[in-house]
């Protein structure tokens, strides 16, 4: 047990009365609330069980997604702004994604993963009269607020959903409240910019913060057919 906060996670300066830190909870570098932070998350995060084993180390589709690879390690480097890295369907987004969670989480960082579909799904749940809950699960507003403070983000598949002004709200808050914030986010979407409600749109290319980024490795369940890179390239003119 941390001899300082004594197991507690915090503790309080012995300081008189009257002094900036008199009765303030201090964080205890001893780490063990960044552990409950990232247990915390890890709870809440929508990692499928293919993507559980997704590392950098068994990345195997590097001749046309090496920007996109070096890219998300280099975010694990250094996680500071965003990095949004587009493509088409099935070509190494999301192993690139959980692959980051992983290397993050590793170091201890605080970092939620969410698949977008799965996210709209629960959101739609919860507000659902007729669906039944654990009266212990994370409320609505409790998970939303996780991910929308999460220290760093992964949002998944972005534009895998249907489209409707409820989902495009939702997207939008949770966009504007992480730019706002600055806080640091990687998204994947198989979606030009331009085809996300305008918005959003602006925030996935803020050139302040977002490093926009093309996949261009074709999709591995149609091996052979090449993508068509001129189109992939219009993701960085939007």
């Known amino acids: 047990m941390c001899p300082r906060c004594e197991g507690f996670g915090f503790y309080s300066r012995g300081v008189p009365f009257g002094h900036p830190d008199f009765a303030k909870p201090i964080e205890c570098p001893c780490g063990i609330v960044a552990r409950r932070r990232l247990e915390a998350l890890g709870a809440i995060s929508s990692l499928r069980p293919e993507l559980q084993k997704c590392r950098f180390e068994n990345f195997q589709r590097m001749e046309a997604a090496g920007e996109a690879f070096n890219a998300a390690k280099e975010f694990v480097r250094k996680p500071e702004g965003w990095l949004v890295v587009l493509g088409p369907p099935g070509n190494g987004k999301s192993h690139l994604a959980a692959a980051t969670y992983h290397a993050l989480a590793a170091k201890g960082i605080a970092t939620a993963f969410v698949n977008f579909v799965d996210l709209l799904d629960y959101l739609r749940q919860a507000f659902d009269p007729g669906v039944s809950r654990d009266d212990h699960a994370p409320g609505f507003q409790d998970r939303f607020a996780a991910f929308r403070n ?35 986010t990687l998204i994947t979407s198989n979606l030009r910019p331009s085809a996300f409600e305008r918005r959003v749109a602006s925030r996935l290319t803020n050139r302040l913060i977002a490093r926009v980024v093309v996949n261009r490795a074709p999709d591995y369940r149609q091996q052979g057919e090449r993508v068509d890179e001129s189109a992939l390239d219009e993701h960085n003119k939007e």
């Not at 999460?150 to 495009?168: K, N």
């Open 150 to 184: 999460a220290q760093v983000l992964i949002l998944d598949d972005v534009g895998a959903h249907s489209p409707t002004a409820w989902s495009e709200e939702k997207l939008y808050a949770l966009l504007n409240h992480r730019t706002e914030s600055r806080l640091p």
